[in-house]
């Protein structure tokens, strides 16, 4: 099967009536990596992740996957800032995108049933999703995501309202799929989660890419002085 | 005061002693009822997930038109059904009127608009939780109305009550396409304006309180079956 990566993303822009939210942005996602995507609120990391995965119409520019645009949508994956809770219990909910791309309900709810072990919640299958802590909710959310195998994984700031413990959970999760093959693009505040977890680091500012490179390179050698001040752990606005 | 003990006495004795003419009555009641808000639930709950989720050039205007169908005058509809049935009408053949499917209907006609409608309201708001989720998961749309009516299917639970209430206490139409003939089409509503036309208003209101007792056991029964009182569980 083809791979629906490398994506490329040129000249795009997003804007909310006249106010240009994103962009222009050229950006290359290529098959493989951990992409931390930093940048201070209303820097367009959101927007940024959401035109990458096709939520927002790009008002210019284009978003050229490998494989058509159907294809492409299916084998991608999406976890919300706020994660969102369906009305049903969590093994119908780690069910629902197996059933709906046509896995048969009954092995769609055994493997949910195998995924909830992983992530912890496999004494809670049959309680309501919406009942669940805030940590748990993102781990479910997280694992309705991978659930399918994607070959792209997109993560607006998923350990923004998390504590220590739960925020490990989720990057140890995240480091297995990107070690079964999933290519992560992840948005966060959190500088130190970017340096355990980034392969490359993309830095926005006023909706436009104003850094980007390998980790390593943005974390001791960066080249924009809005990015030295990011990490010296000053105030960037 | 008098004439309401008067008939609840009247309605007490009717239902105690299973009175035949009461239960044919009210068995009709609930067929006709039942079996409308059944057809129109097929119709308005599916309609109104699909207004809150598919985008099309006249969908304010067409929603704005369905909210104003709730408001529709019962008498006009069923002149309209009347005239559509009567035998000079185009479904004049099919012999039709004065029956309780001529009700049926009727009844379909009226209580369509207010469940498509609820079902709209409760739809859009759980659509509007739902969008970047569904759209993630790359669901088609057919996909994204089941979805919304599976899990929403409490507030749809509402929606139907709803028609049930419009329905079971519906008089005007009824009686123009029904003719409230004895053992044939009369129903509770149109039993308790003949009564009170002949000036039996104890019956009337034994009937009436008959009626409320329906309606209130319907609902409690649908809300037990729904659980829609329970938390934590869907």
């Given at each position: 099967?083809?791979?629906?990566?490398?994506?490329?993303?040129?000249?795009?822009?997003?804007?909310?009536?006249?106010?240009?939210?994103?962009?222009?942005?050229?950006?290359?996602?290529?098959?493989?990596g951990f992409t931390i995507i930093?940048?201070?609120?209303?820097?367009?990391?959101?927007?940024?992740?959401?035109?990458?995965?096709?939520?927002?119409?790009?008002?210019?520019?284009?978003?050229?996957?490998?494989?058509?645009?159907?294809?492409?949508?299916?084998?991608?994956g999406f976890v919300?800032?706020?994660?969102?809770?369906?009305?049903?219990?969590?093994?119908?909910?780690?069910?629902?995108?197996?059933?709906?791309?046509?896995?048969?309900?009954?092995?769609?709810?055994?493997?949910?049933?195998?995924?909830?072990?992983k992530i912890?919640?496999?004494?809670?299958?049959?309680?309501?999703?919406?009942?669940?802590?805030?940590g748990?909710?993102q781990k479910?959310a997280l694992a309705r995501a991978l659930?399918?195998d994607p070959?792209i994984l997109f993560l607006d700031e998923p350990c923004?309202?998390l504590?220590?413990?739960a925020t490990r959970e989720i990057e140890a999760i995240l480091q297995t799929a990107q070690a079964n093959g999933t290519r992560i693009l992840m948005s966060t505040?959190d500088?130190?989660q970017a340096r355990r977890l980034a392969s490359?680091?993309?830095?926005?500012?006023?909706?436009?890419?104003?850094?980007?490179?390998?980790?390593?390179?943005?974390?001791?050698?960066?080249?924009?002085?809005?990015?030295?001040?990011?990490?010296?752990?000053?105030?960037?606005? | 005061?008098?004439?309401?003990?008067?008939?609840?006495?009247?309605?007490?004795?009717?239902?105690?002693?299973?009175?035949?003419?009461?239960?044919?009555?009210?068995?009709?009641?609930?067929?006709?009822?039942?079996?409308?808000?059944?057809?129109?639930?097929?119709?308005?709950?599916?309609?109104?997930?699909?207004?809150?989720?598919?985008?099309?050039?006249?969908?304010?205007?067409?929603?704005?038109?369905?909210?104003?169908?709730?408001?529709?005058?019962?008498?006009?509809?069923?002149?309209?059904?009347?005239?559509?049935?009567?035998?000079?009408?185009?479904?004049?053949?099919?012999?039709?009127?004065?029956?309780?499917?001529?009700?049926?209907?009727?009844?379909?006609?009226?209580?369509?608009?207010?469940?498509?409608?609820?079902?709209?309201?409760?739809?859009?708001?759980?659509?509007?939780?739902?969008?970047?989720?569904?759209?993630?998961?790359?669901?088609?749309?057919?996909?994204?109305?089941?979805?919304?009516?599976?899990?929403?299917?409490?507030?749809?639970?509402?929606?139907?009550?709803?028609?049930?209430?419009?329905?079971?206490?519906?008089?005007?139409?009824?009686?123009?396409?029904?003719?409230?003939?004895?053992?044939?089409?009369?129903?509770?509503?149109?039993?308790?304006?003949?009564?009170?036309?002949?000036?039996?208003?104890?019956?009337?209101?034994?009937?009436?309180?008959?009626?409320?007792?329906?309606?209130?056991?319907?609902?409690?029964?649908?809300?037990?079956?729904?659980?829609?009182?329970?938390?934590?569980?869907?």
């Open positions: 099967m083809t791979s629906i990566l490398p994506l490329t993303l040129s000249g795009a822009t997003v804007k909310r009536g006249k106010k240009t939210l994103l962009g222009p942005v050229d950006m290359t996602v290529s098959p493989r930093l940048g201070p609120n209303g820097a367009g990391k959101t927007t940024l992740l959401r035109a990458l995965h096709g939520l927002e119409h790009l008002d210019s520019g284009s978003a050229r996957w490998q494989v058509p645009l159907r294809d492409a949508r299916s084998r991608q919300f800032q706020a994660p969102v809770m369906m009305r049903r219990n969590v093994r119908d909910s780690l069910a629902y995108p197996l059933i709906v791309h046509g896995v048969r309900r009954k092995e769609a709810r055994q493997r949910a049933g195998l995924w909830a072990e912890g919640l496999g004494d809670m299958l049959d309680q309501a999703a919406s009942q669940l802590s805030g748990e909710k479910l659930i399918r070959e923004a309202n504590d220590g413990r505040h500088i130190g490359d680091v993309v830095f926005l500012m006023g909706g436009r890419i104003i850094e980007t490179g390998p980790a390593t390179t943005f974390f001791h050698t960066p080249s924009t002085p809005q990015a030295v001040a990011l990490l010296n752990g000053d105030i960037v606005e | 005061m008098n004439e309401i003990l008067e008939g609840l006495k009247a309605a007490s004795w009717l239902v105690l002693t299973f009175d035949s003419d009461l239960v044919e009555i009210t068995l009709r009641s609930l067929q006709v009822t039942l079996t409308a808000v059944a057809i129109a639930s097929l119709i308005g709950l599916p309609l109104g997930a699909w207004l809150a989720v598919h985008r099309f050039r006249h969908r304010r205007a067409t929603i704005a038109l369905l909210n104003a169908l709730m408001g529709l005058p019962p008498v006009v509809v069923g002149l309209v059904v009347y005239l559509l049935l009567s035998r000079a009408g185009p479904f004049g053949v099919l012999d039709l009127l004065f029956t309780p499917t001529a009700m049926i209907l009727a009844q379909i006609v009226i209580v369509t608009p207010l469940i498509a409608s609820i079902s709209h309201q409760a739809m859009r708001d759980l659509w509007a939780s739902y969008h970047d989720l569904l759209i993630s998961i790359s669901t088609r749309k057919r996909q994204r109305i089941a979805t919304l009516l599976w899990d929403g299917r409490r507030a749809l639970i509402t929606a139907a009550l709803a028609g049930f209430g419009r329905a079971i206490g519906e008089v005007g139409a009824i009686m123009i396409v029904g003719g409230n003939i004895e053992h044939a089409t009369r129903v509770l509503t149109t039993a308790i304006a003949l009564e009170t036309g002949k000036g039996n208003f104890d019956l009337a209101l034994g009937l009436g309180f008959v009626l409320i007792a329906l309606a209130i056991l319907v609902n409690v029964t649908t809300h037990m079956i729904g659980r829609t009182e329970s938390e934590g569980k869907w």
